[in-house]
């Protein structure tokens, strides 16, 4: 009996031992996943249907400015009635910003002594609902722009729909005739963006990505080719083109 009663007294010890055991385990997070990233390689291509317009960005390689901050050397190029146009811009993420920015200090210092750089904040790598925030600092007031943020379930676009994407809005500028809003999607990036003037409308809309090896769509391989008229163009920005 005595060593029935020992049995029974260890398989009850056994079992609160596992309960506890199981009601310890750790409980797996969703780990989120920024609106923006940059790697070597990683390339967008939109398409703006009503103009015909193909636009593609590409992380060729990284370089420095003057005062040693690394950056990432984006290829923009768009393809107009068989013309591409191509230039060169650098962005980083600092501070929880993904930047735009120029290698050297501005031509004239004393034109913006709070933003020698000319950094530009396009979005936020983990955006809120409400995240209100200025475009780019120390520039005229007749250059300022300010953007809200909202965070949208989903978004369906011509070729996908994505998930939790951030919308940055217009909320304030000078000009009366900008609005518009740039969305960047999470684990995405930029997605797409809507500009809407006076005059005429601009919707672009990410139709491949190839954002840390992984892809997304069908690559348009004309980037590739050397078109019978290639004119190159001054530096541009597809996020300054859309939103500017």
Do not use: W
Request: proline letters at 4%; a positive charge; glycine letters at 6%.
């Amino acid at each position: 009996m005595k060593l029935v009663k020992n049995y029974k007294f260890i398989i009850i010890i056994s079992l609160i031992i596992a309960g506890c055991e199981s009601n310890t385990e750790p409980i797996l997070q969703k780990v989120p996943k920024p609106y923006m990233s940059l790697h070597i390689g990683d390339i967008r291509q939109y398409y703006d249907d009503p103009e015909g317009l193909y636009l593609q960005t590409k992380i060729v390689d990284t370089t420095h400015r003057v005062d040693g901050q690394k950056v990432f050397v984006f290829e923009e190029s768009f393809l107009s009635s068989g013309v591409i146009f191509k230039g060169t811009n650098y962005y980083f993420i600092k501070n929880g910003f993904f930047l735009q920015t120029e290698l050297d200090t501005v031509t004239n210092p004393t034109k913006n002594h709070e933003n020698p750089f000319l950094e530009s904040k396009p979005a936020k790598i983990f955006p809120k609902k409400g995240d209100y925030f200025m475009r780019t600092a120390g520039v005229q007031d007749s250059e300022k722009v300010f953007f809200k943020t909202n965070i949208i379930d989903s978004l369906n676009t011509t070729y996908r729909t994505f998930n939790n994407v951030a919308e940055y809005k217009v909320i304030n500028s000078s000009s009366a005739s900008l609005r518009g809003a740039a969305y960047y999607a999470e684990g995405y990036g930029h997605i797409g963006s809507i500009f809407i003037s006076n005059t005429d409308t601009a919707k672009i809309f990410i139709i491949y990505s190839k954002v840390d090896n992984k892809e997304i769509g069908k690559y348009v391989t004309f980037f590739d080719k050397t078109p019978s008229t290639n004119t190159k163009h001054k530096p541009l920005s597809l996020l300054n083109l859309i939103m500017n």
